[in-house]
T-cell receptor, first 111, second 112 residues
Framework: SQQGEEDPQALSIQEGENATMNCSYK?????LQWYRQNSGRGLVHLILIRSNEREKHSGRLRVTLDTSKKSSSLLITASRAADTASYFC???????????FGAGTTVTVRA | KAGVTQTPRYLIKTRGQQVTLSCSPISGHRSVSWYQQTPGQGLQFLFE???????NKGNFPGRFSGRQFSNSRSEMNVSTLELGDSALYLCASRVFSSYEQYFGPGTRLTVT
């Protein structure tokens, strides 16, 4: 079963704009990760945020975590065509390295 | 370092047959996990192996099995294939102490 749910399911933006997607989850977590998947290929790890962290940055990525609301957001700034992909949040609820993924947000960046 | 490799990349099988998929982790990574991705169920955890032992198992029937060899390479086997087993099967490896998983390109299995 899926632990996380992403919102929106799909997002279409112009190159240079920012893209924001949200993830909500059901149980307490140890950490939350975001992954990117290009067109049916393997997933690429983007960023990990631990349950005691509220915000984390990596290049053009900004992730926030609100454990009281059981939600996280991923912001991609100054989007590029190469950012076109599906983005998944993944949680590790039991600290056993078993990831539960959300349904994903499909982002399309228009040139 | 070479990434995670999976073979074969594409596979077509008939209902009732069995299939074996292979995964070679990144050198030095001793943990290998398998995930199934379908449009309906999304990404679901199958199992994880570390040092040739299954550490974790997802909620899949016994037709799905796996193993890991001493060189950390892993195989998963699906017996008595059903149409619903059509999916992208992803393998991921990690350093045991790290949460970050490195995924392979996947094996796309089609069951007809």
């Amino acid at each position: 079963s899926q632990q996380g749910e992403e919102d929106p399911q799909a997002l279409s933006i112009q190159e240079g704009e920012n893209a924001t997607m949200n993830c909500s989850y059901k149980t307490s977590i140890n950490n939350l990760q975001w992954y990117r998947q290009n067109s049916g290929r393997g997933l690429v790890h983007l960023i990990l945020i631990r349950s005691n962290e509220r915000e984390k940055h990596s290049g053009r990525l900004r992730v926030t975590l609100d454990t009281s609301k059981k939600s996280s957001s991923l912001l991609i700034t100054a989007s590029r065509a190469a950012d076109t992909a599906s983005y998944f949040c993944a949680t590790d609820a039991d600290n056993d390295y078993k990831l539960s993924f959300g349904a994903g947000t499909t982002v399309t960046v228009r040139a | 370092k070479a990434g995670v490799t999976q073979t074969p990349r594409y596979l077509i099988k008939t209902r009732g047959q069995q299939v074996t998929l292979s995964c070679s982790p990144i050198s030095g990574h001793r943990s290998v996990s398998w995930y199934q991705q379908t449009p309906g169920q999304g990404l679901q955890f199958l199992f994880e192996y570390f040092s040739e032992t299954q550490r974790n198992k997802g909620n899949f029937p016994g037709r799905f099995s796996g193993r890991q060899f001493s060189n950390s390479r892993s195989e998963m086997n699906v017996s008595t294939l059903e149409l619903g087993d059509s999916a992208l099967y992803l393998c991921a490896s990690r350093v045991f102490s790290s949460y970050e998983q490195y995924f392979g390109p996947g094996t796309r299995l089609t069951v007809t």
